[in-house]
């Protein structure tokens, strides 16, 4: 559907993700003039400040895909502005100033905390906050991390393999072991991350632990010389070593308390051993009540994020509620954010990629669950007339924001800044350069 009177609907998409990005896309090419809030200074999300440093191509290209969206006209980029109940704007005050439609796909933010002892120590952290400061997300960036020399990775998907990643390649520890609470059947990343750290494996310590799993997977119908395939289909292709760290695997082990040592520091982790039992048509991880204790001085949780509680929309499970009978249905699934205290929808308020569903895909299931909300919203938006004065509209949000007294970074600071990166790069004689921190990034962008 094509808006009458283009230009004259007004959305808010709030985060410039992959999600946000493609959405914004899809609602300006339909004639809707779409205002793009996004928290940090650079578009992109987790395409930006996720996927792992060194794959220079792909980021390109995708930063490459950005900027064509940012130059449509009809979408007015804003980054550095944080909307939520404790940001620079709210949910309820860009309703109360007249946007139509409020898309929201600020990804999943939040943390999943499990409620251990011991999580507050000295060298216990989540993915995320570690995956941002690598890849030089202020103020992640400039924090400072304990890592020790021996780390355990809690989960088995393609986050744990880009810490390991980084554990093994580019900070050179002693040992790296995925803990994982189910067995090597269940693991959820792929051959292609694994080939970064596959020579690193441990292969004895890896037949020894699938051995040691066997009589368990054996009585839920799996082999486990499947998973050792799998895992050894990775070695043709992988990385040549550059350190001497040992990575390995201990299945059928959920954690349950990490232990403290001197000064609040991390001196192991305990788990408690699981066994397989099929249920609902999966097989899932049964905890058995005898525990043990891994020798490890650092944890680190890679088991997928939640959205930020705090935000202003109310949460079930790791992502925002939607409507569970939506009037704006796209490939059957509901894209209206839900407030089930009141038993009814929000009113005007949609959500899309990470926040309608946490951790879930790739950068291409972003972009599409981002135009499926697009969808979802113009469908909407075929029932009402477009604004009198958009452009009232337009300026209260500016005024709002200049209050902040923020620099508000607008598209042509960014292409200021790519270039500012690119002759940095290029003086350095580097692949790639980037700020990490809001200070270098706003004098580049011509900021006093
Ligand atoms: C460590 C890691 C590595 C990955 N590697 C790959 C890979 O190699 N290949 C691949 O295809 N996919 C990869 N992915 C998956 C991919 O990054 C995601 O599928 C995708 O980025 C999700 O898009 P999104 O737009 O929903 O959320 P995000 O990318 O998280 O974007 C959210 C945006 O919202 C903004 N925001 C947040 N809060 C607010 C707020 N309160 N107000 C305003 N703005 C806000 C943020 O600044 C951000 O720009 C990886 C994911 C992770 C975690
Ligand atoms: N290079 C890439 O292409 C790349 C890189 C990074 C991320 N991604 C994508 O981003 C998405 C998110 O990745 P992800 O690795 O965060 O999520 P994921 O693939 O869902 O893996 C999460 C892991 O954490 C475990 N886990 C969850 N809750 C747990 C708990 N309470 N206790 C113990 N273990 C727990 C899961 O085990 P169970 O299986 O038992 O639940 C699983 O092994 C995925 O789609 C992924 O492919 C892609």
């Given at each position: 559907?094509?808006?009458?009177n283009?230009?004259?609907?007004?959305v808010?998409?709030?985060?410039?993700?992959?999600?946000?990005l493609?959405?914004?896309?899809?609602?300006?090419?339909h004639g809707?003039r779409v205002?793009?809030?996004?928290?940090d200074?650079k578009?992109?999300?987790?395409a930006e400040?996720?996927?792992?440093?060194?794959?220079?191509k792909?980021?390109?290209g995708?930063?490459r895909?950005?900027?064509?969206?940012?130059?449509?006209?009809g979408i007015d980029y804003?980054?550095?502005?944080v909307v939520?109940?404790?940001?620079d704007?709210s949910?309820?005050?860009?309703r109360?100033m007249?946007?139509?439609?409020?898309?929201?796909?600020?990804g999943a933010?939040?943390?999943?905390?499990?409620g251990?002892?011991g999580?507050?120590l000295v060298?216990v952290?989540?993915?995320?906050?570690?995956?941002?400061?690598?890849?030089?997300?202020?103020?992640?960036?400039?924090q400072e991390?304990?890592?020790g020399?021996?780390?355990?990775?809690?989960?088995a998907?393609?986050?744990?393999?880009?810490?390991?990643?980084?554990?093994?390649?580019?900070l050179?520890?002693?040992?790296v072991?995925?803990?994982?609470?189910?067995?090597?059947?269940e693991?959820?990343?792929?051959?292609?991350?694994?080939?970064s750290?596959?020579?690193?494996?441990?292969?004895?310590?890896l037949?020894?632990e699938?051995?040691?799993?066997?009589?368990?997977?054996?009585?839920?119908?799996?082999?486990?010389y499947?998973?050792?395939?799998?895992m050894?289909s990775a070695?043709?292709?992988?990385?040549?070593p550059?350190s001497?760290?040992?990575f390995?695997?201990?299945?059928?082990a959920?954690?349950?308390?990490?232990?403290g040592?001197e000064?609040?520091?991390?001196?192991?982790?305990?788990?408690?051993d699981?066994?397989?039992?099929?249920?609902?048509?999966?097989?899932?991880?049964?905890r058995l009540?005898t525990t043990?204790?891994?020798?490890?001085?650092?944890?680190?949780?890679?088991?997928?994020d939640?959205v930020d509680?705090?935000?202003?929309l109310?949460v079930?499970?790791?992502?925002?509620?939607?409507?569970?009978?939506?009037?704006?249905?796209?490939?059957g699934?509901?894209?209206?954010a839900?407030?089930?205290?009141?038993g009814r929808?929000?009113d005007?308020i949609?959500v899309?990629?990470w926040?309608r569903e946490?951790?879930?895909?790739l950068?291409?299931?972003?972009?599409?669950?981002?135009?499926?909300?697009a969808e979802?919203?113009?469908?909407?938006?075929?029932?009402l007339?477009?604004?009198?004065?958009?452009?009232r509209?337009?300026?209260?949000?500016?005024?709002?924001l200049?209050?902040?007294g923020?620099?508000?970074?607008?598209?042509?600071?960014?292409?200021?800044?790519?270039?500012?990166?690119?002759?940095?790069?290029?003086?350095?004689?580097?692949?790639?350069?980037?700020?990490?921190?809001?200070?270098a990034m706003?004098?580049?962008?011509g900021?006093?």
């Amino acid at each position: 559907m094509t808006v009458d009177n283009p230009g004259n609907h007004l959305v808010v998409v709030i985060g410039a993700g992959p999600a946000g990005l493609y959405a914004s896309k899809q609602l300006a090419n339909h004639g809707v003039r779409v205002t793009l809030l996004n928290r940090d200074v650079k578009p992109g999300g987790l395409a930006e400040y996720g996927i792992y440093h060194d794959k220079f191509k792909m980021k390109d290209g995708l930063r490459r895909q950005f900027r064509q969206i940012l130059e449509l006209p009809g979408i007015d980029y804003y980054g550095n502005v944080v909307v939520g109940q404790k940001g620079d704007i709210s949910l309820p005050a860009l309703r109360a100033m007249g946007f139509q439609a409020l898309l929201v796909t600020v990804g999943a933010q939040g943390t999943k905390w499990l409620g251990l002892p011991g999580e507050n120590l000295v060298g216990v952290y989540h993915a995320k906050d570690l995956v941002y400061h690598y890849n030089l997300l202020p103020p992640y960036s400039q924090q400072e991390f304990h890592i020790g020399r021996r780390v355990a990775l809690i989960g088995a998907g393609n986050v744990m393999l880009d810490i390991a990643h980084w554990l093994v390649r580019d900070l050179k520890v002693d040992q790296v072991v995925a803990v994982v609470r189910r067995g090597p059947n269940e693991v959820k990343f792929t051959k292609k991350e694994l080939e970064s750290v596959a020579r690193n494996l441990d292969l004895a310590d890896l037949d020894a632990e699938l051995e040691r799993v066997r009589p368990v997977a054996d009585a839920v119908g799996q082999a486990v010389y499947e998973a050792r395939d799998f895992m050894l289909s990775a070695l043709p292709k992988a990385l040549e070593p550059n350190s001497a760290t040992r990575f390995r695997f201990d299945f059928l082990a959920s954690p349950r308390r990490i232990l403290g040592g001197e000064q609040g520091v991390v001196r192991g982790l305990e788990v408690e051993d699981t066994t397989l039992i099929c249920a609902d048509g999966e097989v899932q991880a049964k905890r058995l009540g005898t525990t043990r204790v891994i020798d490890v001085d650092t944890v680190i949780f890679c088991i997928g994020d939640k959205v930020d509680e705090s935000f202003g929309l109310p949460v079930r499970w790791n992502a925002f509620v939607k409507h569970a009978e939506p009037r704006f249905p796209v490939d059957g699934l509901s894209y209206e954010a839900f407030d089930p205290d009141m038993g009814r929808p929000v009113d005007r308020i949609f959500v899309a990629g990470w926040s309608r569903e946490a951790s879930s895909g790739l950068v291409g299931v972003a972009r599409k669950d981002g135009e499926n909300g697009a969808e979802a919203v113009l469908d909407y938006l075929a029932g009402l007339p477009g604004l009198i004065e958009p452009q009232r509209v337009l300026d209260n949000l500016q005024d709002h924001l200049q209050r902040t007294g923020k620099p508000l970074v607008r598209q042509e600071h960014l292409w200021r800044l790519e270039e500012a990166e690119r002759l940095e790069a290029a003086r350095r004689d580097v692949e790639s350069f980037k700020f990490g921190d809001n200070a270098a990034m706003f004098a580049a962008m011509g900021f006093a």
